[in-house]
């Protein structure tokens, strides 16, 4: 498994007691993820994390010289990693549900659906975020003390579809080279390779680079959604990405003839 994150403790982001101080503050967490398929079995072929810092009641100024998230990316290197990835993915949930303000997924019922129905090994613990958040998720205009609100991007904001249609229609410009069915195409393609036995390593920039802007957008749609952020229309998700994470996926973020291509 490949780890991509600018966090100095990626397994407690919004907290641990190993930190000699506790710094106090409001945020948001947004998750996506990539599903391909190999031998009718679902495989992860990446995850998002992201972590954005909002007021606790105002609405912020979000511009792309200026912003500013935590991220944590992780993508396989074989088949037969699915497992790995979602024991992460649930430390992150478990947090997120008790010391984010929100948690957003685009469509978040699919995935969650797809995560609860993943077969488990003989003696593998369960996964107490994923179960937590995905019983929370069918009713979320219900308010449980001490639990981040949760926000469907496509369903809570619409309209309803791919995450880049909902960007484009909420003055955010989606990657071009991701936008529609892009997305899933290029996901499904290095896992065909995982299961021909081939290396996905020419796929990595853009897998990360897909999956990581997935979970920027719905946490600035989650954001504008809640009233916590706005921003002058278009706000080109490339510039977001170059600004703060472009080191992911140099071949893809990095570079004059990355950005010609946006």
């Not at 079995?41 to 990446?46: I, K, T």
């Amino acid at each position: 498994m490949q780890e991509m994150t600018n966090l100095s403790w990626p397994e407690t982001p919004l907290g641990s007691v190993t930190r000699p101080i506790q710094k106090q503050g409001t945020w948001l967490t947004a998750l996506s993820l990539l599903w391909g398929e190999a031998d009718d079995e679902p495989v992860l072929m990446g995850a998002a994390a992201v972590f954005m810092k909002i007021h606790r009641t105002q609405s912020l100024p979000v511009s792309a010289p200026l912003i500013h998230f935590g991220y944590r990316v992780l993508l396989p290197d074989s088949l037969g990693q699915t497992a790995e990835i979602v024991r992460h993915l649930d430390v992150a949930l478990v947090q997120s549900r008790r010391k984010a303000q929100f948690v957003a997924w685009h469509n978040g019922a699919d995935d969650l659906h797809v995560l609860t129905q993943l077969p488990r090994a003989e003696g593998e613990p369960r996964h107490p975020g994923v179960s937590a958040v995905a019983a929370g998720w069918r009713n979320r205009t219900a308010r449980e003390k001490g639990v981040a609100r949760y926000v469907d991007t496509s369903h809570d904001l619409g309209p309803v579809g791919l995450v880049s249609d909902t960007a484009a229609a909420h003055g955010l410009e989606p990657l071009k080279r991701f936008a529609g069915p892009q997305q899933q195409e290029s996901a499904q393609q290095a896992c065909d390779a995982l299961a021909a036995g081939r290396s996905a390593g020419d796929s990595r920039d853009a897998l990360a680079a897909s999956v990581l802007s997935s979970a920027v957008i719905t946490a600035l749609l989650c954001g504008k959604h809640s009233g916590r952020l706005h921003w002058d229309e278009p706000l080109r998700l490339f510039d977001v990405l170059f600004a703060a994470a472009w080191q992911i996926a140099p071949s893809v973020l990095g570079g004059v003839a990355s950005a010609r291509t946006e």
